[in-house]
Protein backbone atom coordinates (compact mmCIF):
# COMPACT_ATOMS: atom_id res chain seq x y z
CA UNK A 1 0.00 0.00 0.00
CA UNK A 2 0.97 3.78 -0.72
CA UNK A 3 1.78 6.36 2.14
CA UNK A 4 -0.87 8.29 0.11
CA UNK A 5 -3.23 5.29 0.13
CA UNK A 6 -2.60 4.66 4.37
CA UNK A 7 -3.14 8.28 4.89
CA UNK A 8 -6.56 8.09 3.47
CA UNK A 9 -7.65 4.85 4.94
CA UNK A 10 -6.17 6.02 8.37
CA UNK A 11 -8.13 9.16 7.67
CA UNK A 12 -11.40 7.81 6.76
CA UNK A 13 -11.17 5.60 9.65
CA UNK A 14 -10.54 7.99 12.13
CA UNK A 15 -13.62 9.85 10.72
CA UNK A 16 -15.57 6.60 10.90
CA UNK A 17 -14.52 5.62 14.58
CA UNK A 18 -15.62 9.65 15.40
CA UNK A 19 -18.77 8.89 13.40
CA UNK A 20 -19.86 6.12 16.18
CA UNK A 21 -18.57 8.13 19.17
CA UNK A 22 -20.90 11.30 18.70
CA UNK A 23 -24.00 8.91 17.74
CA UNK A 24 -25.34 9.14 22.02
CA UNK A 25 -27.03 6.05 21.66
CA UNK A 26 -28.77 6.28 18.39
CA UNK A 27 -29.17 3.01 16.35
CA UNK A 28 -27.60 3.92 12.94
CA UNK A 29 -27.85 1.59 9.56
CA UNK A 30 -26.61 2.16 6.02
CA UNK A 31 -23.37 3.41 7.13
CA UNK A 32 -21.88 2.32 4.05
CA UNK A 33 -24.20 3.56 1.74
CA UNK A 34 -23.33 7.12 3.48
CA UNK A 35 -19.93 7.10 3.84
CA UNK A 36 -20.06 6.06 -0.49
CA UNK A 37 -22.18 8.71 -0.92
CA UNK A 38 -19.50 11.35 1.04
CA UNK A 39 -16.67 10.18 -0.57
CA UNK A 40 -17.58 9.56 -4.19
CA UNK A 41 -18.71 13.19 -5.71
CA UNK A 42 -15.67 15.06 -3.83
CA UNK A 43 -13.38 11.78 -5.46
CA UNK A 44 -15.15 12.54 -8.84
CA UNK A 45 -14.76 16.09 -8.66
CA UNK A 46 -11.17 16.21 -8.22
CA UNK A 47 -10.64 13.04 -10.79
CA UNK A 48 -12.43 15.59 -13.25
CA UNK A 49 -10.83 18.48 -12.29
CA UNK A 50 -7.15 16.16 -12.68
CA UNK A 51 -8.19 15.31 -16.07
CA UNK A 52 -9.47 18.65 -16.91
CA UNK A 53 -13.18 16.85 -17.83
CA UNK A 54 -11.41 14.24 -20.23
CA UNK A 55 -14.27 11.94 -18.69
CA UNK A 56 -11.92 9.16 -20.84
CA UNK A 57 -9.15 9.69 -19.19
CA UNK A 58 -11.04 10.14 -15.65
CA UNK A 59 -12.85 6.62 -16.39
CA UNK A 60 -9.71 5.09 -16.73
CA UNK A 61 -8.19 6.51 -13.29
CA UNK A 62 -11.33 5.58 -11.51
CA UNK A 63 -10.80 2.27 -12.97
CA UNK A 64 -14.99 2.27 -14.26
CA UNK A 65 -16.30 2.39 -17.75
CA UNK A 66 -17.48 5.85 -19.07
CA UNK A 67 -20.87 5.24 -19.37
CA UNK A 68 -20.65 4.64 -15.34
CA UNK A 69 -19.03 7.83 -15.15
CA UNK A 70 -21.45 10.09 -17.24
CA UNK A 71 -24.16 8.30 -14.77
CA UNK A 72 -22.50 9.21 -11.72
CA UNK A 73 -21.54 12.72 -12.73
CA UNK A 74 -25.19 13.14 -13.65
CA UNK A 75 -26.49 11.81 -10.64
CA UNK A 76 -24.24 14.13 -7.85
CA UNK A 77 -24.87 17.04 -10.84
CA UNK A 78 -21.35 17.13 -12.40
CA UNK A 79 -22.28 17.33 -15.93
Given amino acids: MRKTENDLSTCVHR???DYFKHLDG???CGVHEMVM???EKPLLEVVLS???GNQTQAS???GINRQ???K???HYGLS
Fill in 15 to 17: LVV
Fill in 26 to 28: EKC
Fill in 37 to 39: ACV
Fill in 50 to 52: HTE
Fill in 60 to 62: EIL
Fill in 68 to 70: TLR
Fill in 72 to 74: KMQ
